[in-house]
């Protein structure tokens, strides 16, 4: 949420549904650059900070823009009010500034929005059992609005977006992406994990979880009579339940965020691989993608694997510490990798999505490096440089391209 | 408070105080700047803002203050917890934006500091009885940090403030101004509500009535190991205890806050100039000085007294429309007033005090306009621009100029 101008359309927005006869709650975010420049004083008090202090700072983002929404609705003639974190509560566990959600106390919520006022509710915070502010880590707003409306059991949980919904693939990069009208959780958990940033992977695995119909859509839009529908997210089962046609392949993903180690002449005796990934397990560094190659000479093979980009260096040092143990020859390493993923509920039953994945890429000369597939996901890792050719061409070979260049 | 390099400076002059063996706790107030920020987006939001909204909103910039102040204490290697409102509860009766502190659970706080861990409690907040943010009014945070000391029974209570202490008068207009060791309660109370804006008037009442040894001190000191003393407000009687010289006068306030207005040829029959008064303090107008001059006519009278500018224009408007019932001839009003007080405790058993001052300003010319005294002021209402040569020729003529000019 930015300044007071967006504050205002997020009212008008709300006002608007509560004219429909709507009960509403509405959980916020920070304004633009607010938690930016909460979390930049924290590191200057101290680079080691302690965390339950942050979440004392940070969480007065939220705070704030709770209380003038609630007087911008009450401004409007919308009766409305904020309820932070602890005056619910919502009840977290865990560690601070990355806490959990573990339940939200909805009587006085419940009570007040069956009176007709609006419920205005900082997202990304809330209260540890010791009774001191936590906040639910980066982005957590989002899981916030989720976790309200499931406890709340409210019909819908829309959440506004710098996106008006969800497409094929990424629009900067085919003009033909369409918006999808509907998504399952499984296909959007792929989509968001895989590099789609429209929302937060926690925050779709909890209304998975607890069965929330999710609404994506723009924010920036005007606040009118009919407001442009965005992508609902939905359960398999609804969409069955509805016999509407389901497409094989859902959409395109692309990721840059993660890195390609090869470890070279590994010896191939039992337990000589898996010494080199629970290291990195312990260090929560996660891998992804697993190949171990066949070499010529059976005594020994090269495993390759990706990791994030940011866990690189660290990954390396933890690798080269082990030289002496496992005895491989040499670690190579390439940050400049792109994983390409095709997802789709409907892949299931078909064995050709694959294959043409394969040969897609393969005809326009792109070289495969890793291959992982899920029961909804095809994924492969590629030169980074052919992100954009694969992910157009995968888009057209599937089907996906709309009848006119999106907007 | 400023931003985090004034932090650090308070946690340094915290951490010397736990070192010399205190347990402390610390009231904040909000980074410079950031109240102002705060209300600003709230007169933005709607200019009648909803005030239980507006608390939610402007209290949260001491609660940042109170997050970075423990973190940076803890980077220190000092034990601090930061304690919001209402986490305490600093629970608060009246009316939201400016509350009054009703009690403070000092429980959990009196564990905690006895445990060796320094308390950081944002000032200005509190919490209703309903549960709801609460903030006392502006300046609010000297009314905490008083009220904190009186709930835990503290030693002392130290304000850091902008300046080094209490003076005798204004340094900036008599370089000859000495800072006090020592000032009674209620010196500083007519000193505060007179003009000198070194403490807020609520937090030196709630200081008397509950007993509190304020210290006030430089915030902009660096923390040394033998810290310049501020000045002690303390009781009369501690001051007596310990047969302390004690001067007439303790120091000469100015004040350009007020307006003077005029009604003249107001009908000299019982309850006419009341009918005047009743209807400004319906409207919380606060009318101060009040002389009543003897016309020749005596069936008619010149009523004087003075408002807060900020209430002038509404207070005749209020005068205006009583024309009709008081049948008075005309309102004369002049802004540019001042009203300079001689202040002290010795003054009681002295009936020359007020005498020496009329004098004084005569010698030099200065015509007083309206004149109030109280046991231990005495008051005038002169031209503004004479203000400085009055503050400088009584500090004089009451023996206050220091052998030094002050720094």
Same mark, same amino acid.
């Given at each position: 949420?930015?300044?007071?101008?967006?504050?205002?359309?997020?009212?008008?927005?709300?006002?608007?549904?509560?004219?429909?006869?709507?009960?509403?709650?509405?959980?916020? *975010?920070?304004?633009?650059?607010?938690?930016?420049?909460?979390?930049?004083?924290?590191?200057?008090?101290?680079?080691?900070?302690?965390?339950?202090?942050?979440?004392?700072?940070?969480?007065?983002?939220?705070?704030?823009?709770?209380?003038?929404?609630?007087?911008?609705?009450?401004?409007?003639?919308?009766?409305?009010?904020?309820?932070?974190?602890?005056?619910?509560?919502?009840?977290?566990?865990?560690?601070?500034?990355?806490?959990?959600?573990?339940?939200?106390?909805?009587?006085?919520?419940?009570?007040?929005?069956?009176?007709?006022?609006?419920?205005?509710?900082?997202?990304?915070?809330?209260?540890?059992?010791?009774?001191?502010?936590?906040?639910?880590?980066?982005?957590?707003?989002?899981?916030?609005?989720?976790?309200?409306?499931?406890?709340?059991?409210?019909?819908?949980?829309?959440?506004?977006?710098?996106?008006?919904?969800?497409?094929?693939?990424?629009?900067?990069?085919?003009?033909?992406?369409?918006?999808? $009208?509907?998504?399952?959780?499984?296909?959007?958990?792929?989509?968001?994990?895989?590099?789609?940033?429209?929302?937060?992977?926690?925050?779709?695995?909890?209304?998975?979880?607890?069965?929330?119909?999710?609404?994506?859509?723009? *924010?920036?839009?005007?606040?009118? $009579?009919?407001?442009?529908?965005?992508?609902?997210?939905?359960?398999?089962?609804?969409?069955?339940?509805?016999?509407?046609?389901?497409?094989?392949?859902?959409?395109?993903?692309? $990721?840059?965020?993660?890195?390609?180690?090869?470890?070279?002449?590994?010896? $191939?005796?039992?337990?000589?691989?898996?010494?080199?990934?629970?290291?990195?397990?312990?260090?929560?560094?996660?891998?992804?993608?697993?190949?171990?190659?066949?070499?010529?000479?059976?005594?020994?093979?090269?495993?390759?694997?990706?990791?994030?980009?940011?866990?690189?260096?660290?990954?390396?040092?933890?690798?080269?510490?082990?030289?002496?143990?496992?005895?491989?020859?040499?670690?190579?390493?390439?940050?400049?990798?792109?994983?390409? *993923?095709?997802?789709?509920?409907?892949?299931?039953?078909?064995?050709?999505?694959?294959?043409?994945?394969?040969?897609?890429?393969?005809?326009?000369?792109?070289?495969?490096?890793?291959? *992982?597939?899920?029961?909804?996901?095809?994924?492969?890792?590629?030169?980074?440089?052919?992100?954009?050719?694969?992910?157009?061409?995968?888009?057209?070979?599937?089907?996906?391209?709309?009848?006119?260049?999106?907007?």
């Amino acid at each position: 949420m930015a300044g007071m101008e967006r504050i205002r359309k997020v009212a008008a927005r709300v006002r608007h549904e509560v004219g429909r006869g709507n009960e509403v709650a509405v959980v916020v *975010s920070a304004m633009a650059g607010e938690t930016d420049r909460l979390v930049g004083f924290c590191k200057e008090a101290s680079p080691l900070y302690d965390t339950a202090e942050y979440d004392v700072v940070v969480a007065s983002g939220e705070q704030v823009t709770s209380g003038l929404l609630a007087m911008t609705l009450k401004a409007m003639g919308v009766d409305a009010r904020s309820w932070l974190g602890w005056q619910l509560p919502v009840r977290t566990m865990g560690n601070h500034s990355k806490a959990r959600i573990h339940e939200i106390d909805t009587e006085a919520l419940l009570t007040a929005m069956g009176g007709g006022q609006v419920a205005v509710i900082p997202g990304f915070q809330g209260q540890m059992e010791d009774g001191r502010v936590s906040t639910l880590g980066r982005g957590g707003s989002d899981t916030s609005a989720v976790a309200v409306a499931a406890a709340i059991k409210a019909d819908r949980c829309d959440i506004y977006t710098d996106v008006d919904g969800v497409y094929t693939t990424d629009p900067r990069i085919v003009s033909r992406a369409r918006k999808l $009208d509907r998504i399952t959780y499984e296909e959007m958990l792929e989509l968001a994990s895989v590099g789609s940033k429209v929302l937060q992977t926690r925050s779709v695995a909890l209304a998975m979880k607890e069965g929330v119909r999710v609404q994506v859509l723009s *924010s920036f839009e005007e606040p009118g $009579d009919d407001p442009e529908p965005g992508t609902m997210i939905v359960s398999e089962e609804e969409i069955e339940d509805k016999k509407m046609e389901r497409q094989l392949i859902t959409g395109i993903a692309h $990721d840059k965020n993660d890195a390609k180690i090869i470890v070279t002449r590994v010896p $191939d005796k039992p337990g000589a691989v898996a010494s080199i990934f629970g290291p990195l397990a312990e260090a929560s560094i996660n891998v992804d993608m697993i190949i171990q190659n066949d070499s010529k000479d059976k005594a020994e093979t090269d495993v390759t694997f990706t990791v994030p980009r940011a866990d690189l260096a660290r990954a390396v040092d933890i690798i080269e510490g082990l030289k002496a143990t496992i005895g491989f020859n040499r670690i190579i390493t390439d940050p400049e990798v792109a994983k390409i *993923s095709v997802v789709g509920v409907g892949m299931r039953s078909h064995a050709g999505v694959a294959a043409l994945m394969f040969k897609t890429l393969a005809d326009r000369g792109i070289n495969i490096e890793a291959i *992982s597939t899920s029961e909804i996901k095809v994924s492969v890792l590629i030169d980074e440089d052919e992100t954009e050719l694969a992910v157009r061409v995968l888009h057209t070979a599937y089907g996906l391209d709309g009848e006119q260049p999106a907007a």
